[in-house]
């Protein structure tokens, strides 16, 4: 069995920065993809960013690009998140995911085979 289990969230306040960790443990193999995904109170998740696991290619959802760095250490089994300017609205739960086999779309949260717990991360204004 594979495990995902997120660090870093808190509370900050807006303009501030948190940097996210996700660890993978277990069953572990070469992923596809990593990605994150948030889910704010009374909305559905959403994509954030994904990272191809071999080749390092990215892709960031709008309303972070530029403010939002996805990285991975692949020594390390382990996925990263730094968030810049944060911003009231980007409060929510993060979650990072792990794509086991070849999707077309990385930014669907159906083509994710295991999720983590979750880290909340709160912006104040």
């Known amino acids: 069995q594979v495990q995902l289990v997120e660090s870093g969230g808190g509370l900050v306040q807006a303009g501030g920065s948190l940097r996210l960790s996700c660890a993978a443990s277990?069953?572990?193999?070469?992923?596809?993809?990593m990605g994150w995904f948030r889910q704010a109170p009374g909305k559905e998740r959403e994509f954030v960013a994904f990272?191809?696991?071999?080749?390092?290619?990215?892709y960031y959802a709008e309303s972070v690009k530029g403010r939002f760095t996805i990285s991975r250490d692949s020594a390390k089994n382990t996925l990263y998140g730094q968030m810049n300017s944060l911003k009231p609205k980007d409060t929510a739960v993060y979650y990072c995911?792990?794509?086991?086999?070849?999707?077309?779309?990385?930014?669907?949260?159906?083509?994710?085979?295991?999720w983590g717990q979750g880290t909340q991360v709160t912006v104040s204004s």
């Open positions: 995911a792990a794509a086991g086999r070849f999707y077309s779309d990385y930014k669907s949260r159906t083509s994710y085979d295991y």
């Open positions: 277990g069953r572990t193999f070469r992923w596809y993809a």
């Open positions: 990272i191809s696991w071999s080749f390092g290619s990215t």
